[in-house]
C-alpha cells in the first residue's frame, strides 16, 4: 500500500472514528435533544456548529471549482451565501428564537393559525431539503471514490451508513459536537493547501493577499493577470471580468441565494439550540467569523487551481503535455471517471482548449478541483489525505443537518402536530429516527442520480427556499396584518412558478428527458437561467400574499398581538418625553 494511501486511511477513518465516539456521548435521549440539542449549546460552539452545517460539500468541493472556472462570475456564489447569512442573523433568527419554538413550521403554524400552512411549510421544507441533499451526496460520492478508490456508487453507499449511524443516533445533540469537530477539520483541510500554494505560486503565506500578488518567479507579473493570458490564449473567457448570462441574471441569482440562505431550515433550527435570544445573536456573529474564514480563501484556491491546472498541460506557450507523460494525480481522476481525454488527432499531445471540435480534455469535473489540488500542485501526501477528510466532514456535516430538518418536520410537525397529537414522547423519538433512515435512503437514490454539479443543486435548494419559505417568515414577522388564507396563496404560487419553471428547463424531479424546454437559453424568462429563479418565485409569493390580504382580510387581533410580543424588546417601554 502506497503511503498517500496509508495518510489517507488514517485521516479518513480516523475521523470517523472521532465522530461515531462524539455522537455515542452526546447520544439524544429526549425530543428535546434529539430536535434542539436540550437548548443548551454555548454561542460560540453554535457558531462552529453553524459553519460546519453551512459549509457544505458545495462550499468545500464545489465552490472554488466553480470560481474556477466562472472566474469573476462565480462570485455570485460568495455574495449570495455570505450575504444571505446577514439577513438570516439581523431579520429572522432573533425573532424566531424569542418566539422559541421547535421547528420552521411550528412558527409558521402558530403565526398563520393554520394547519393548512403548517403542511404547506412542511412540504416546502423537504422539497428544499432534499434538492440540497443530492449535492452533498455527490460530494461525498466524488470523495469516496477517488480517496478510497471504489465506484463513485459505492462511495455513496458507504457515505449513507456513516451518516446514519451518528445522525439517527444523535438528533440534533450529536451531530451539533459532531459538526463542531467536523468545522475543525474542514477549515484546516481548506486553509493549509492554500497557503502552501500561495506560497509557492506567490511567496505570500496568506492565500487572500497571494490572489492580489505578483508571481514569485521574479516576473513581477500578477498571478491573475497571468491567469487571463493563459485561458485568453487558449479561447476561453477572461477570468477576471466573466459574467455569467448577464448582469440581470448574475443580480438574481445572487439575490436568489441570499434569500434562500435566509430560508434554509436547517440552519434556522440551529438557533433554537441556544438558551437565549441574545445568544442566538452571539452564535450569528460567530458564524460569519468562522464562514469567513473559508469563503475568502476560495477565490484563491479557485484562481490558483486553474493556474496549476492550465500550466500541467501546457508547461509553455504553444507546448503540450504528452498523454503517456500525464501525472500520478491525473492518472488516478481518470480511473474515476472525473477526468476524461481524447486523443482527437491522434499525436498522443493533451490539447486543451475552449473549441469542442479540438479540445481533448473532453471531462473536467468542476468538483474535482479543490481535491485535486494539492496533488497538482505536488504537496505532501499528508496534505492530500487531509483535504479527503474535509472534503467528507462538509459533505457530512450538512447532510446531517439536512436529514435532520425532514426528519423533525415530519415527525414533529406533521405526525405529532397534526395528525396523531396524542403521540408519546418516546414514539416521536422513535418516529424521527424512522424517518431520518428513509431520507438517508431517498437522498442516496437521488445522489445516484444527481441534476448536474453539486453547487448548482444547490442553488436550486435556495431557490426553492427563496421563493417559499423566506418570504412567508418575512411577512410573519414584519407584517402582522398578513392572514394565514393570504400566506399559504403565497407560498403555493411561490414555490409553483419556481418548480415549473425549473423542471421545463432540468427535467421533472430532474429526470433526464422530461424537460420538455430543455436547456434552451432563448426561453429564459427575461434571461433569467432556472438557478437563479427563486427571486422571481419569492416576488410572485409576495405579490400574491399581499393581493389575497386585501381580498380575506387581516389576520385576528390576538395573532396581531403575539407578533408584537416577539417583535418587540423585552422590557421596552414608552418613550419619555423630554
Keep these: 500500500m502506497d503511503e498517500l494511501k496509508v495518510y489517507t486511511y488514517i485521516a479518513v477513518f480516523g475521523s470517523f472514528a472521532m465522530y461515531f465516539g462524539i455522537a455515542w456521548w452526546s447520544r439524544a435521549g429526549s425530543t428535546s435533544d434529539f430536535y434542539v440539542a436540550g437548548g443548551g449549546v454555548t454561542p460560540m460552539q453554535n457558531g ?33 451565501w455570505t450575504g444571505g447569512y446577514v439577513l438570516l442573523a439581523m431579520l429572522l433568527a432573533p425573532y424566531m428564537r424569542k ?30 431539503s432534499l434538492t440540497y441533499i443530492i449535492g452533498q451526496m455527490k460530494g461525498v460520492g466524488v470523495a469516496f471514490s477517488r480517496f478510497l478508490e471504489v465506484e463513485y456508487d459505492n462511495g455513496i453507499y458507504f457515505g449513507m451508513i456513516v451518516v446514519w449511524v451518528y445522525a439517527v443516533l444523535g438528533g440534533m445533540k450529536g451531530i451539533t459536537y459532531t459538526q463542531i469537530a467536523q468545522y475543525c477539520v474542514l477549515i484546516f483541510a481548506y486553509t493549509i493547501p492554500a497557503i502552501f500554494i500561495s506560497l509557492q505560486l506567490t511567496g505570500n503565506p496568506i492565500p487572500q493577499l497571494g490572489l492580489g500578488s505578483t508571481l514569485a518567479d521574479g516576473s513581477g507579473v500578477y498571478l491573475l493577470d497571468k491567469l487571463d493570458m493563459v485561458v485568453t490564449d487558449l479561447g476561453f473567457r477572461e477570468y477576471t471580468t466573466g459574467n455569467i448570462n448577464g448582469t440581470l441574471d448574475m443580480f438574481a441569482y445572487t439575490l436568489s441565494l441570499m434569500i434562500g440562505t435566509a430560508g434554509l431550515p436547517h440552519v434556522i433550527m440551529r438557533f433554537f439550540t441556544v438558551p437565549s435570544v441574545k445568544a442566538a445573536r452571539q452564535s450569528a456573529g460567530y458564524a460569519l467569523v468562522f464562514i469567513a474564514l473559508l469563503y475568502t480563501v476560495a477565490p484563491a ?7 496549476n491546472l492550465m500550466n500541467t498541460i501546457e508547461p509553455a506557450a504553444g507546448q503540450n503535455l504528452a498523454y503517456a507523460e500525464r501525472p500520478q494525480w491525473f492518472k488516478d481522476w481518470e480511473k474515476t471517471g472525473l477526468l476524461k481525454f481524447e486523443d482527437k488527432n491522434g499525436d498522443g499531445k493533451i490539447q486543451y482548449v475552449a473549441d469542442k471540435e479540438t479540445n481533448e480534455m473532453v471531462k473536467v469535473d468542476r468538483d474535482i478541483m479543490v481535491l485535486a489540488n494539492p496533488a497538482i500542485a505536488n504537496l505532501p501526501n499528508w496534505v492530500i489525505a487531509l483535504v479527503a477528510a474535509g472534503g467528507l466532514a462538509a459533505a457530512l456535516s450538512t447532510a446531517a443537518g439536512l436529514l435532520l430538518a425532514i426528519s423533525s418536520s415530519i415527525s414533529h410537525d406533521l405526525m405529532k402536530g397534526i395528525l396523531t397529537p396524542n403521540m408519546s414522547e418516546k414514539n416521536e423519538l422513535f418516529a424521527g429516527r424512522v424517518v ?23 442553488a436550486l435548494a435556495f431557490g426553492l427556499a427563496a421563493s417559499s419559505i423566506f418570504p412567508a417568515l418575512m411577512m410573519g414577522i414584519f407584517a402582522k396584518r398578513m392572514s394565514g388564507t393570504a400566506a399559504v396563496w403565497g407560498m403555493c404560487c411561490g414555490i409553483g412558478v419556481t418548480m415549473l ?33 427563486g427571486a422571481v418565485g419569492a416576488l410572485v409569493n409576495f405579490a400574491v400574499a399581499f393581493s389575497v390580504l386585501k381580498i380575506t382580510g387581516p389576520a385576528p387581533e390576538h395573532i396581531q398581538q403575539m407578533v408584537d410580543n416577539f417583535r418587540i424588546p423585552k422590557g421596552a417601554g ?5
Design 99 to 128: 418566539h422559541g419554538k421547535f421547528t420552521v413550521p411550528e412558527f409558521i403554524f402558530d403565526r398563520y393559525y393554520s394547519k393548512t400552512a403548517r403542511i404547506v411549510a412542511v412540504v416546502c421544507l423537504i422539497i428544499a
Design 48 to 80: 462552529m456548529a453553524i459553519g460546519a452545517d453551512w459549509m457544505s460539500a458545495a462550499s468545500f468541493i464545489s465552490m472554488a471549482g466553480l470560481i474556477a472556472f466562472l472566474g469573476y462570475g462565480g462570485s455570485v456564489f460568495l455574495m449570495g
Design 436 to 458: 431520518m433512515t428513509l431520507s438517508i435512503v431517498v437522498a442516496g437514490y437521488l445522489g445516484l442520480h444527481p441534476p448536474g454539479f453539486a453547487a448548482g443543486t444547490v
Design 574 to 578: 414608552e418613550a419619555h418625553n423630554h
Design 301 to 307: 484556491v479557485g484562481a490558483m487551481a486553474r493556474l
Design 501 to 533: 419553471y425549473v423542471f421545463q428547463h432540468k427535467g421533472i424531479m430532474f429526470i433526464p428527458g422530461t424537460s420538455f424546454l430543455g436547456g434552451m437559453e432563448p426561453n429564459w424568462f427575461l434571461g433569467i437561467s432556472p438557478n437563479a429563479f
